[in-house]
């Protein structure tokens, strides 16, 4: 059975940095596009970024870009986000997403599988 489970949420002060994990199960994780959500109280889910299956380039929100990072380790099945100089905005679950796609999408409606979600929180 299919199953994402992130780690690595909390709380940071602005200007610092967080690194979430998240480690898939079940499924042919080295074959499809990984992704990061995230939703904010009373917000609509939001797309922050995501990776193709094996090579080609990241894609990222505008909100993000240059300051997060994502990046996978197909022989660990692990999916990473390096959150560096976060903004109270950027307080949020954030959610690991795997797409039936090889290729790097924003459309939520893409991907299949879906973690339960890590709290990050900014503030000081």
């Known amino acids: 059975q299919e199953q994402l489970v992130e780690s690595g949420g909390g709380l940071v002060q602005p200007g610092g940095s967080l690194r979430l994990s998240c480690i898939d199960s079940?499924?042919?994780?080295?074959?499809?596009?990984m992704g990061w959500f995230r939703q904010a109280p009373g917000k609509v889910r939001e797309f922050v970024a995501s990776?193709?299956?094996?090579?080609?380039?990241?894609i990222y929100s505008d909100s993000v870009k240059g300051r997060f990072t994502i990046s996978r380790d197909n022989a660990k099945n692990t999916l990473s986000l390096q959150m560096s100089n976060v903004k109270a905005e950027d307080t949020a679950r954030y959610y690991c997403?795997?797409?039936?796609?090889?290729?790097?999408?924003?459309?939520?409606?893409?991907?299949?599988?879906w973690g339960q979600g890590t709290r990050v929180t900014v503030s000081s």
């Open positions: 997403a795997g797409s039936l796609s090889y290729h790097p999408t924003s459309r939520a409606a893409a991907y299949t599988a």
């Open positions: 079940g499924r042919t994780f080295s074959s499809s596009a």
């Open positions: 990776l193709p299956a094996t090579g080609g380039g990241p």
